[in-house]
C-alpha cells in the first residue's frame, strides 16, 4: 500500500482565505466545537488535513497526483476569478468557468465530504453483504458461472463470515472526479449574482465556504453534496463584503447591498455548515450569526471550460 503522505493537502485553498485576512495577513479561526479557543494565523496554517489526497492503490502510482491535478487545473486558474468575482463589473466565461470548477471542487474536497461518500459507499457495501447472506444459493450460481468453481451455499456462508469489506479514500477521490465537471456545468449555466455585505456584518467563511439554499434566498438549508433535495441556491462567501450568489434562472434576479439580517443568516449558515472551523477577517465578525430575513442582490455577467483530470 502507498505509504502515508506528510503533505498538507488543503482542503479550503489559501489563494482563498488570504482574501478573509486583515491588513497584518493573518485571519481569525474559530472551532465550531468549541474546544479550541479563536486563535490568530495565516491563510496556509489553516484547511489542511496531511495526506488528504493521498491515492492509495496502485502503490507503485503517484500517490501526490490528485493533489497536483487539483492544484493546476482546479486552484490555479481560479486564482485571478476569485479576484475578479470581488471587484470586477463583470465576469467574463474562462473566469465563471474557472470560479465553477473551484467551488464544484470546493462542494466535494473538504473531510466532511470525504466522510459523506465513504459512508453512502459503506452503507451500500453492507446491503450488499445482507443481500448475500440471504441468498447464498443464488451467489453460489453465480460465482460458478463467472469462475466455473461451485461452492456450497455453507461454504459461501463461511466467506461471507471470514471476509470482510472496507473502503479507501480511493473511492471518494474516483467520485470527487467524476462529479466535478458536473457540478461544475450546472453552476456555468445558472444565474450568477453578487450580494454586499453592510459594514457591520461582514462575511466569513468555513471548512466548507459555501451556504446553500432550497426555494428560495432566505430558506438556509443544512450542506450537503451538489443540489441534492432542492439546495439550488448557493452562496459563496468571496471576501468579507462581498458573495457570489448562484441560483436556478427563476432565482434572485434584482442587484444591491444584501440588507444586515440577510448577512447574519449567511453566517449562520457559514457557522452550521462548516465541519469544524470558520475564519473570518476579525474576532467579532465569526460572534454575530443569527437567523434572518432576505437581502438584495447584484448581478454579474458571467460556456464553462472542462478543467480536465
Known sequence: MTPFRNARDHYHPALHLRHFTDANGVLWAHDRTN?????????????????????????????AAFEAWLAHKVDGPAANALESAASA?????????????????Q???????????????????RRQWADWRSRPQELADAIANDSGTRYTTEQVLEMLEEHDFDVSTNAWLDFFGGMVNKIARRLFNMRWLRAYAPDEVPFITSDVGIVKCRGGADSFVEWDMGFIDGRDIWVFPVKPDVAVVIAAGDGPGMSGPSNPKWARAVNCGTTRTGGSSRVS????????????????????LLGYRTPGV
Open 35 to 63: 474546544i479550541t479557543a479563536p486563535f490568530r494565523q495565516i491563510a496556509p496554517n489553516v484547511g489542511f488535513e496531511k495526506g488528504l489526497y493521498t491515492i492509495l492503490d496502485p502503490a507503485d502510482g503517484n500517490a
Open 89 to 105: 463589473p463583470a465576469l467574463g466565461p474562462p473566469e465563471r468557468s474557472a470560479l465553477s470548477a473551484f467551488i464544484a471542487a
Open 107 to 125: 462542494d466535494l474536497r473538504t473531510p466532511r465530504a470525504r466522510e459523506r461518500v465513504l459512508a453512502l459507499y459503506r452503507a451500500g457495501l
Open 281 to 300: 477577517n476579525s474576532h467579532q465578525a465569526a460572534q454575530r450569526p443569527k437567523p434572518a430575513l432576505a437581502a438584495g442582490w447584484a448581478p454579474v
